[in-house]
């Protein structure tokens, strides 16, 4: 591998967020308008959904629909499995999306005619929600090496999140003058656009970012064709028992803090308060969800690729989970309204910037078919389940055991505590399954650095020639510095650009010494070599 050519400006901008290597540029761009226009779509069904559903039907269809979809999954998962027997990599995420094109046209033509499919349509959006983003996640993985993969999706789940902020206005917007049910079509046309993307962006990944394919030790091929992926492999066994304890937590969360918002505004009201409940809980909503996607965004632009980089996938996935630890203990010690959005905020904010983007890295060391079917089987089934053992839990404590709201935050102390040791496990098995892939070898000075010569009073600009320094891992970046000798900091007339590998300046002054300054390259591990550049003043003869 190589380092030096140029960057492209989107790419300079793609260094504020994480490290890229000149040419990722364009993957960067077509995976993120891929997951944009997914996460568009999804955001816009989200609300029709609610339309459709409180049409004609009770608020408390919404929850009897959990259980629905999640039974829906025990189907459809073997039959995902045959699938992917068939169809694999692009033409597996196309069919996928097909599949939902074809039955979204179902429902706009019988929405159109007046016929009642709030219900099947809330359950359509539920595994809509974890299936295809599933796949798109997989196909990323199977794109991406690991080294790569660590440093590029947490810009690309920021191109998700803004897509989802995209959706959620849109719909606000132009509801009044669509109507709901071409809403759907509105929808149908963003997934179509993402099929039209997923070939160029498989394809585009450059040949050094590139995946090296490990085999498909696990591939199907029983009745129970995800599921036994899943547990035929200890990682993603653990894997899925995160995923259940992710959102058994988060959704125990939500109730805690529904309930106490609850309590405090009919508080409020019932000693005659201006607005009504539903108006001051709607208002105070709206503000929770605005910080906390403000604080999501934050996370993910400043905090996420940083974390990587400084901690790596395996300690961060530690991050998530003492959050929660502490923040239920907190609740639970002093169960007061403030405390609970505190917490919920930010262990929501932690769970869709890093979390999201831990649980994508998790399976770019793993093999094809763990990477499409036991993907898939854990984001959708799985996940799903663990909303279900929360009613449940919910259910029993409230109604049998007598318990309140606050008393919810122990068990969720317990089952972060919980989450925490799982965690460990999992970046254990990270790390054993990833060094397989990865290798560090250090960075080498191919051959000596050409010397610089620059006249007193001059403007001059200097390109580092790009086979200078030479890294063969597969996903590497090298990142140069440049400096006096040991370190010093070099004159003010001598500036280097880190991105374009370029000197430029002024000298000013006599020129009577050679200038020696240290050229550091540095891998993603912290391996560097040096080179040295010799500055001196331009010959008269020359």
């Known amino acids: 591998m190589t380092e030096g050519r140029k960057y492209t400006p989107f790419e300079r901008l793609l260094t504020l967020i994480t490290t890229v290597r000149p040419g990722e540029g364009r993957t960067v761009a077509l995976f993120s308008a891929h997951v944009f226009l997914i996460l568009f779509a999804y955001y816009i069904f989200r609300s029709v959904r609610e339309g459709l559903l409180l049409e004609h039907g009770s608020a408390a269809k919404g929850s009897y629909a959990t259980a629905v979809i999640a039974g829906t999954l025990l189907v459809l998962v073997p039959i995902y499995s045959a699938v992917r027997r068939r169809f694999d990599g692009v033409r597996l995420v196309n069919a996928v999306i097909g599949f939902f094109l074809v039955t979204l046209l179902g429902f706009w033509v019988a929405a159109s005619r ?11 959006v539920g595994i809509f929600n974890v299936f295809v983003l599933a796949q798109f996640w997989a196909l990323a993985a199977d794109s991406f090496n690991v080294k790569t993969g660590q440093r590029l999706f947490p810009a690309i789940m920021l191109a998700a999140q803004i897509g ?61 064709g995800g599921f ?63 910080w906390m996607v403000v604080l999501q965004l934050f996370l993910q632009v400043v905090v996420v690729g940083r974390l990587f980089r400084a901690i790596g996938v395996a300690a961060a996935l530690l991050v998530p989970a003492a959050f929660s630890l502490l923040g239920y203990g907190l609740v639970g010690f002093i169960p007061v309204l403030t405390v609970i959005r505190m917490v919920r905020m930010g262990e929501q904010s932690i769970e869709y910037s890093l979390t999201n983007t831990l649980r994508q890295a998790l399976f770019l060391p793993t093999t094809r078919s763990e990477t499409y079917e036991g993907k898939t089987t854990i984001e959708t089934f799985f996940w799903r389940f663990g909303d279900l053992l929360q009613a449940g839990v919910v259910f029993l404590g409230t109604s049998t055991l007598g318990m309140s709201a606050a008393s919810f935050a122990f068990v969720n102390m317990g ?41 007193p009073g001059r403007r001059f600009e200097y390109y580092l020639p790009h086979d200078i320094f030479i890294d063969h891992d597969p996903g590497d970046v090298l990142k140069l510095s440049a400096t006096g000798v040991n370190g010093t900091q070099l004159p003010s007339w001598l500036r280097f650009d880190v991105h374009g590998h370029r000197f430029h300046g002024e000298p000013v002054g006599e020129l009577s010494e050679e200038l020696i300054v240290e050229i550091v390259a540095t891998d993603n591990d912290g391996v560097s070599v040096t080179g040295v550049l010799v500055v001196r003043r331009a010959s008269l003869d020359g």
């Open 228 to 290: 036994s992926v899943v547990f035929a492999s200890r990682y993603l066994t653990l894997i899925a028992v995160m995923i259940i304890l992710i959102n058994w937590i988060s959704s125990t969360g939500d109730f805690i803090h529904r309930d106490f918002v609850k309590g405090h505004f009919e508080a409020i009201a019932a000693v005659g308060g201006s607005l009504s409940t539903k108006d001051m809980i709607t208002a105070y909503m709206g503000k929770f969800f605005f």
């Open 164 to 224: 989802a902020l995209a959706g959620a206005e849109f719909t606000d917007a132009f509801t009044a003058s669509l109507g709901t049910n071409n809403l759907l079509l509105v929808g149908g046309g963003l997934l179509l656009l993402t099929g039209a993307l997923t070939g160029m962006m498989h394809r585009g990944v450059p040949a050094e970012s590139r995946r090296v394919d490990q085999g498909d030790a696990h591939k199907a091929s029983n009745f129970f």
């Open 415 to 455: 089952l972060a505590a919980f989450w925490l040791a799982v965690a460990l496990a999992v970046g254990r098995e990270y790390k054993r399954l990833a060094a397989k892939n990865l290798t560090n070898s250090a960075p080498q000075l191919a051959r000596p650095i050409p010397h610089l010569e620059v006249w």
């Open 114 to 124: 007046g016929i009642d499919v709030g219900f099947k349509f809330y359950v359509w």
